[in-house]
């Protein structure tokens, strides 16, 4: 190989007139450094001194470094250059090396630098070497142009994307990122997830295997945690972390052992076996389930779950996962075949599923289905699986005709599940339901509204009193609202017209018809004025509301009712124009509702801090239309109060009560409140009262112990029936990069029945769940419950 030395003189050439000087000896564009022109010195290996006070050095763009200089920086090419033809008669043009990483010049700079055209470059000394988004710092590097590749030594450190890797040996092809570190300590962009090794290995862009490797979340010097393995693949690509051969030490001590082991790199799903779960509860005794997740696509998932029941025997369940732009749900699926305590095969299935077929149709689904009534008391611990009753399977179809009607279609069954010493009616099955709904805003001034339906009732077990039949309903209505900045009133009249057509086989009642003219008024006022609380300004309302309702009276004796109940009483149900919910039942009326809210509104923000109201009916005339319960025979209605208040950023408060003024008696109260100054830190107490049938406490926290210990509590207790509905305790230890936690659980399943569970889990930060999972137990019972290491 010929080596090109360039004089002082050529040197300055080539820095006042590049383009031309080196187009007459064909040599690529360069830039020179000024610095460099001044008389070359004799080839040292020695440190050269830079003078403090001379300007900071621009780095040399040039192919090869043809002359053994004492050098401070120096850019070599890429070792294969991309050229594109620029037209005839002119010279070829090189590509932008920022656009591609292959071809995006080295920046090499340090104490010394020496090399061959071609060839090779060495540098001494403080190296720092750049190239598209590596940065590689040693104290010696050779870097062989022909082959792209590198050889560094001594505090060798790579960085890339946020990835660290130091070792005191390290090769590497550039081009396609491969080659070794020897006893590598990395930490990795994103979770600063470190640790040590053998050797590492550069399997490509973003791809790593490390040999007898170490692997924690921790920070530096807190080493609560590793997992060791024979072989650890790191793929950046993939966000996906492979341990073969892997046992996990917790402080110290190994304590699992897997052949293969996969945990997400990010917090992005993946497919794989997740870490099993291991609890025990009364009713099913030692329970082992080992998850499989499969990332079927971004919109697509699905969750096998194995779960060993010592007692009963082995569970399958299943938990699939769709969305696309126009439609999303999800199925679930669990089978438990010759359950060993029940002697029955048991299955539970949930699908649910929602679309949208184009803007004005959509449709949904429901199906849940249970094998036996005692599916859900005998192998569930969540207290909202045990109370279901009613499981229903329906399909709805929807039509939105321009945002001002609209119509569904509904078929709806229901699967009831009965507590033997609790029974209750099954509910009627609608097959099909269909219901128009309309309201024309400002026509003349006034809203016209109608509501209509059809719906054909079966009873799964029929009766005399219960039979099946068919209900036709339409009720139109015009209102006229009037209404300025402070004040509205807004009269109303309708007409509701229902239709029965009977079993005859089943019932000796006659078809029938009903036609009751409802009117209405309501109006109100608000009115304003600035107020001073706690030394802070406020804006105060006060806002009486009238609400007046005719009904008439109209026999419905002969009327079976299929799905009419008594509505509670409270302030949504106050201003309503029927006291029964469905449509079987109209109350006759002749009444007035008087209610009065006030609020404290923050000026500046508009927030509603605090809200306050009382409210009474007051009647007219005698009640004549009743269902299940002796007819009212008092003028008044009880009274009703309401209060909720944010008093602080950390203290909440939510209040109401329903007094009977004429017996002097609380019918309902309840009172809850919630301290949270932080995350981590909750009290929720509760109380609830009904009238000779609900009597219960309520306490939750989640509250720091000592240092990091946090105690966890929930004990929901009837006083009437003197017992635990559901009880909750458990401490949690949060170490930053791991937490421990271990609950016990108690829910009332049925008359007389409880289930009790025992949870023990140690989480290790964005690796695994080692034990029984607590967590949407612990959601579900303390409000408010926050991941102490999040």
Same mark, same amino acid.
């Given at each position: 190989?010929?080596?090109?030395?360039?004089?002082?003189?050529? =040197?300055?050439?080539?820095?006042?007139?590049?383009?031309?000087?080196?187009?007459?000896?064909?040599?690529? !564009?360069?830039?020179?450094?000024?610095?460099?022109?001044?008389?070359?010195?004799?080839?040292?290996?020695?440190?050269?001194?830079?003078?403090?006070?001379?300007?900071?050095?621009?780095?040399? &763009?040039?192919?090869?470094?043809?002359?053994?200089?004492?050098?401070?920086?120096?850019?070599?090419?890429?070792?294969?250059?991309?050229?594109?033809?620029?037209?005839?008669?002119?010279?070829?043009?090189?590509?932008?090396?920022?656009?591609?990483?292959?071809?995006?010049?080295?920046?090499?700079?340090?104490?010394?630098?020496?090399?061959?055209?071609? /060839?090779?470059?060495?540098?001494?000394?403080?190296?720092?070497?750049?190239?598209?988004?590596?940065?590689?710092?040693?104290?010696? =590097?050779?870097?062989?142009?022909?082959?792209?590749?590198?050889?560094?030594?001594?505090?060798?450190?790579?960085?890339?994307?946020?990835?660290?890797?130091?070792?005191?040996?390290?090769?590497?092809?550039?081009?396609?990122?491969?080659?070794?570190? %020897?006893?590598?300590?990395?930490?990795?962009?994103?979770?600063?997830?470190?640790?040590?090794?053998?050797?590492?290995?550069?399997?490509?862009?973003?791809?790593?295997?490390?040999?007898?490797?170490?692997?924690?979340?921790?920070?530096?010097?807190?080493?609560?945690?590793?997992?060791?393995?024979?072989?650890?693949? !790191?793929?950046?690509?993939?966000?996906?972390?492979?341990?073969?051969?892997?046992?996990?030490?917790?402080?110290?001590?190994?304590?699992?052992?897997?052949?293969?082991?996969?945990?997400?790199?990010?917090?992005?799903?993946?497919?794989?076996?997740?870490?099993?779960?291991?609890?025990? &509860?009364?009713?099913?005794?030692? %329970?082992?389930?080992?998850?499989?997740?499969?990332?079927?696509?971004?919109?697509?998932? !699905?969750?096998?779950?194995?779960?060993?029941?010592?007692?009963?025997?082995? /569970?399958?369940?299943? @938990?699939?996962?769709?969305?696309?732009?126009?439609?999303?749900?999800?199925?679930?699926?669990?089978?438990?075949?010759?359950?060993?305590?029940?002697?029955?095969?048991?299955?539970?299935?949930?699908?649910?599923?929602?679309?949208?077929?184009?803007?004005?149709?959509?449709?949904?689904?429901?199906?849940?289905?249970?094998?036996?009534?005692?599916?859900?008391?005998?192998?569930?611990?969540?207290?909202?699986?045990?109370?279901?009753?009613?499981?229903?399977?329906?399909?709805?179809?929807?039509?939105?005709?321009?945002?001002?009607?609209?119509?569904?279609?509904?078929?709806?069954?229901?699967?009831?599940?009965?507590?033997?010493?609790?029974?209750?009616?099954?509910?009627?099955?609608?097959?099909?339901?269909?219901?128009?709904?309309?309201?024309?805003?400002?026509?003349?001034?006034?809203?016209?509204?109608?509501?209509?339906?059809?719906?054909?009732?079966?009873?799964?077990?029929?009766?005399? #009193?219960?039979?099946?039949?068919?209900?036709?309903?339409?009720?139109?209505? $015009?209102?006229?609202?009037?209404?300025?900045?402070?004040?509205?009133?807004?009269?109303?009249? *309708?007409?509701?017209?229902?239709?029965?057509?009977?079993?005859?086989?089943?019932?000796?009642?006659?078809?029938?018809?009903?036609?009751?003219?409802? $009117?209405?008024?309501?109006?109100?006022?608000?009115?304003?004025?600035?107020?001073?609380?706690? @030394?802070?300004?406020? #804006?105060?309302?006060?806002?009486?509301?009238?609400?007046?309702?005719?009904?008439?009276?109209?026999?419905?004796? /002969? $009327?079976?009712?299929?799905?009419?109940?008594?509505?509670?009483?409270?302030?949504?149900?106050?201003?309503?124009?029927?006291?029964?919910?469905?449509?079987?039942?109209?109350? @006759?009326?002749?009444?007035?509702?008087?209610?009065?809210?006030?609020?404290?509104?923050?000026? %500046?923000?508009?927030?509603?801090?605090?809200?306050?109201?009382?409210?009474?009916?007051?009647?007219?005339?005698?009640?004549?239309?009743?269902?299940?319960?002796?007819?009212?025979?008092?003028?008044?209605?009880?009274?009703?109060?309401?209060?909720?208040?944010?008093?602080?950023?950390?203290? &909440?408060?939510?209040? *109401?009560?329903?007094?009977?003024?004429?017996?002097?008696?609380?019918?309902?109260?309840?009172?809850?409140?919630?301290?949270?100054?932080?995350? *981590?830190?909750?009290?929720?107490?509760?109380?609830?009262?009904?009238?000779?049938? =609900?009597?219960?406490?309520?306490?939750?926290?989640?509250?720091?112990?000592?240092?990091?210990? &946090?105690?966890?509590?929930?004990?929901?207790?009837?006083?009437?029936?003197?017992?635990?509905?559901?009880?909750?305790?458990?401490?949690?230890?949060?170490?930053?990069?791991?937490?421990?936690?271990?609950?016990?659980?108690?829910?009332?399943?049925?008359?007389?029945?409880?289930?009790?569970?025992?949870?023990?889990?140690?989480?290790?930060?964005?690796?695994?769940?080692? *034990?029984?999972?607590?967590?949407?137990?612990?959601?579900?019972?303390?409000?408010?419950?926050?991941?102490?290491?999040?």
């Amino acid at each position: 190989m010929q080596t090109i030395r360039l004089s002082p003189i050529a =040197l300055a050439l080539l820095y006042l007139y590049p383009t031309s000087a080196l187009s007459a000896t064909n040599l690529p !564009l360069l830039k020179v450094d000024p610095a460099l022109l001044q008389a070359a010195e004799p080839t040292v290996q020695t440190k050269k001194t830079p003078d403090p006070s001379s300007p900071p050095k621009q780095p040399v &763009s040039a192919k090869p470094i043809n002359t053994e200089n004492s050098g401070t920086a120096a850019t070599v090419p890429p070792a294969k250059s991309v050229q594109t033809d620029s037209g005839v008669g002119q010279p070829p043009k090189t590509t932008s090396p920022t656009l591609d990483p292959a071809n995006a010049p080295i920046i090499l700079s340090a104490d010394q630098i020496k090399g061959h055209q071609d /060839q090779e470059v060495e540098a001494f000394g403080k190296v720092e070497m750049q190239k598209y988004d590596k940065t590689l710092f040693a104290e010696h =590097l050779t870097y062989s142009q022909p082959t792209d590749e590198l050889f560094a030594e001594k505090n060798v450190r790579i960085e890339q994307k946020g990835n660290i890797i130091t070792g005191p040996e390290l090769k590497l092809k550039l081009d396609t990122n491969v080659g070794y570190m %020897e006893k590598p300590a990395y930490e990795l962009a994103g979770t600063h997830a470190r640790g040590t090794g053998e050797r590492l290995e550069f399997q490509g862009e973003d791809k790593f295997q490390i040999k007898d490797a170490s692997y924690t979340t921790c920070p530096v010097g807190q080493d609560d945690w590793f997992i060791h393995a024979g072989n650890l693949d !790191l793929d950046r690509t993939s966000q996906i972390g492979t341990a073969h051969h892997a046992y996990i030490e917790f402080k110290g001590v190994p304590i699992l052992y897997t052949p293969w082991l996969e945990f997400p790199l990010n917090n992005q799903r993946k497919s794989g076996l997740l870490t099993p779960s291991f609890g025990s &509860s009364g009713n099913s005794g030692l %329970e082992i389930t080992t998850p499989y997740y499969w990332n079927i696509a971004p919109n697509y998932d !699905l969750t096998l779950s194995p779960r060993l029941l010592s007692k009963r025997g082995l /569970q399958i369940g299943s @938990d699939f996962r769709y969305l696309q732009p126009t439609y999303a749900g999800s199925a679930q699926f669990e089978y438990l075949p010759n359950d060993r305590v029940a002697n029955i095969n048991r299955y539970a299935l949930n699908l649910q599923h929602a679309q949208r077929f184009d803007y004005n149709w959509s449709g949904s689904l429901n199906i849940q289905k249970v094998s036996d009534d005692n599916y859900f008391r005998d192998l569930s611990t969540r207290l909202t699986n045990t109370t279901q009753t009613n499981l229903p399977r329906e399909g709805v179809l929807s039509y939105n005709g321009g945002g001002w009607w609209g119509f569904s279609a509904r078929v709806q069954r229901f699967q009831t599940l009965q507590d033997p010493l609790a029974p209750i009616v099954q509910p009627y099955h609608r097959t099909p339901q269909l219901t128009l709904t309309a309201l024309k805003q400002d026509i003349y001034g006034t809203d016209i509204g109608l509501t209509s339906e059809f719906v054909n009732f079966n009873n799964p077990a029929p009766t005399a #009193l219960q039979p099946d039949g068919k209900r036709f309903t339409i009720y139109p209505s $015009i209102s006229l609202p009037l209404n300025n900045s402070f004040a509205y009133i807004t009269p109303k009249i *309708g007409v509701h017209y229902t239709h029965y057509t009977l079993d005859k086989n089943q019932t000796s009642f006659p078809d029938s018809t009903r036609t009751v003219p409802i $009117i209405s008024v309501d109006s109100g006022m608000v009115f304003e004025r600035d107020a001073n609380f706690l @030394d802070k300004a406020y #804006l105060q309302t006060l806002e009486p509301r009238l609400y007046y309702l005719r009904v008439p009276y109209r026999d419905q004796s /002969q $009327i079976p009712n299929f799905d009419s109940g008594i509505a509670d009483f409270n302030f949504a149900q106050i201003f309503s124009e029927n006291q029964f919910t469905g449509g079987d039942r109209i109350s @006759d009326a002749n009444q007035l509702t008087t209610a009065l809210t006030t609020r404290l509104i923050e000026p %500046e923000t508009g927030f509603e801090r605090v809200r306050a109201a009382i409210g009474q009916r007051f009647y007219f005339n005698e009640q004549q239309v009743t269902l299940n319960a002796p007819a009212r025979n008092t003028k008044t209605s009880d009274f009703l109060a309401a209060l909720s208040a944010q008093i602080s950023s950390a203290w &909440s408060l939510d209040a *109401g009560w329903q007094y009977n003024p004429n017996q002097h008696l609380t019918q309902k109260s309840s009172f809850s409140t919630r301290y949270r100054p932080e995350p *981590g830190k909750v009290i929720n107490m509760s109380y609830r009262f009904t009238r000779d049938s =609900l009597k219960q406490i309520d306490l939750s926290t989640q509250w720091p112990l000592s240092g990091n210990i &946090s105690g966890l509590a929930r004990l929901n207790y009837s006083l009437l029936d003197s017992t635990i509905v559901e009880g909750l305790a458990g401490i949690e230890y949060s170490a930053g990069c791991w937490a421990f936690r271990v609950v016990a659980h108690r829910i009332a399943t049925a008359t007389a029945q409880s289930s009790n569970s025992i949870f023990l889990q140690l989480e290790l930060n964005g690796v695994s769940r080692l *034990g029984s999972n607590p967590l949407d137990t612990l959601k579900q019972n303390i409000s408010g419950y926050t991941k102490t290491n999040e």
